[in-house]
């Protein structure tokens, strides 16, 4: 990475149908970054301003995928750097309090909608975040009640099909030279699905189900069961960070129960798996998959153990190809990085929009200024001593140079503490949070903005 751009540049190809617009957005992105956690009228505290905003978000002729298009635009630019990215899919709902239109209901009581989420990530071991490939969004309607299973599979638009939609809407916007390894979880395994990935040569990741059949030289089997029989082939230690309670976790019997921050050692085993076609869909009569399963083995007392079975089209002809999958699935707790910097950093479910119409407007732009909070966090964690200039304009180091007195030649790891210090960070009070070097990195680029143009005339 050379250079932290601003946030108006992910914006800057946004393809609107008034030129206005285009000004208009960036106008809005150039304001909010400074602060992102700041409500509308505390950031635009003009009242013709803030009116301006509101009439952005409301406008009917812009939709979210006209704000969010320039920024996909860029991160597809961003993918010609290597050659192997992972496409992280994942779903969550925002929830909003008070009358809004057009809201559907969320977790039974709650008023908002859902959202599906690829954010890309590169695969070569650093995880950096290169951006968002899809923002998809629904509301469920409230009307349905309770349904059947039977019910909720002879929907035409069912919700989990979407996870193969926006893969193959994602797969059609990278070149032939890019490959993308789709990470998803449990939602994402269905037959038929799975079907059409392998139809397709997508290369996948997806986490099993326990409810499929197996074919095996004996019969028919769980697809669990047969998983904890295959050969082991390796074990290691690994971090499995907090997750924290939900409404529809609190059940003796969730999928995903929270959990506290942990080191943990896990056995790991791979092989070959042939899957049924189950009697109701699918064409093929079974599929062939290659398998990984991890259980951990030293789980804490009152602790369910993690256990996850992996379908994948990834090689597992040697340990370090098994032990890619795994580290390549754990890459999935990003996107969760993601919607907290959505969320919490952005505040996005604190706006105060009457209709979801402006509420998916409103996304778009903190969909963006999310993924720059992501970024700014990889670019901390990655910090080392390879020279500032990897990371930083020449522009921005003179400044630091000049207000924070950062030494000539400084690394990547002294930028980031004397930006700190540019924000008014004390080192005395421990290491800098996100939004102070968010902050600080917002001031600085307006500052080098300025820097530039005043060496240009």
């Not at 998809?136 to 039977?150: F, L, M």
């Not at 449990?186 to 074919?215: C, G, Q, T």
């Not at 093929?284 to 259980?295: D, G, Q």
């Amino acid at each position: 990475m050379h250079g932290i751009s601003s946030l108006g540049s992910e914006f800057a190809g946004c393809t609107f149908k008034d030129e206005r617009l285009l000004k208009r957005v960036l106008r809005i992105a150039e304001r909010i970054e400074r602060e992102p956690g700041w409500s509308f009228p505390r950031a635009f505290a003009d009242p013709s301003q803030l009116e301006a905003v509101y009439r952005f978000v409301g406008n009917e002729r812009v939709s979210l995928g006209d704000v969010v298009s320039g920024h996909i635009t860029n991160t597809v630019k961003r993918l010609s750097s290597t050659k192997r990215f992972l496409a992280i899919h994942d779903t969550t709902s925002f929830s909003f309090e008070g009358e809004r239109e057009d809201l559907g209901t969320v977790d039974r009581t709650q008023r908002g909608f859902y959202a599906h989420v690829c954010l890309c990530v590169s695969a070569e071991g650093t995880r950096e975040p290169m951006g968002l490939l899809a923002v998809d969004t629904w509301t469920r309607d409230e009307k349905k009640g309770k349904r059947t299973t039977k019910q909720r599979k002879a929907e035409p638009n069912l919700e989990s099909g979407r996870w193969l939609e926006q893969s193959l809407n994602v797969e059609e916007l990278v070149n032939e030279s890019t490959e993308l390894i789709h990470v998803e979880d449990r939602e994402a395994d269905i037959y038929e699905s799975l079907e059409m990935r392998i139809a397709h040569n997508m290369h996948f990741i997806v986490r099993a189900a326990s409810a499929k059949v197996v074919l095996t030289d004996k019969g028919t089997e769980n697809i669990l069961d047969y998983a904890r029989t295959l050969p082991v082939v390796t074990k290691r230690e690994i971090h499995l960070s907090a997750r924290k309670a939900k409404h529809s976790t609190l059940r003796p019997n969730a999928q995903h129960p929270p959990r506290k921050e942990r080191d943990s050692r896990i056995e790991i085993r791979a092989g070959k798996m042939r899957l049924r076609k189950p009697l109701t869909s699918g064409t093929l009569p079974e599929l062939h998959l290659n398998a990984v399963h991890v259980l951990e083995m030293d789980a804490p007392a009152g602790e369910k153990p993690v256990e996850w079975l992996l379908l994948t089209t990834e090689p597992i002809s040697s340990v370090a190809n098994v032990e890619t999958i795994v580290d390549n699935y754990r890459a999935r707790w990003l996107i969760e990085e993601y919607f907290k910097a959505l969320k919490t950093g952005c505040k996005y479910e604190e706006r105060q929009l009457e209709s979801l119409h402006a509420l998916l407007n409103a996304l778009g732009i903190f969909a963006v200024m999310a993924w720059r909070l992501l970024q700014l966090r990889f670019i901390e964690r990655s910090a080392s001593d390879a020279p500032a200039t990897t990371i930083a304009s020449p522009a921005e180091i003179a400044i630091l140079e000049e207000e924070v007195r950062m030494p000539r030649g400084a690394s990547s790891r002294e930028f980031l503490r004397r930006l700190a210090r540019f924000g008014g960070h004390l080192p005395q009070n421990g290491p800098p949070g996100l939004l102070i070097l968010w902050r600080a990195l917002s001031t600085l680029l307006q500052r080098a903005r300025g820097f530039e143009l005043a060496l240009k005339m």
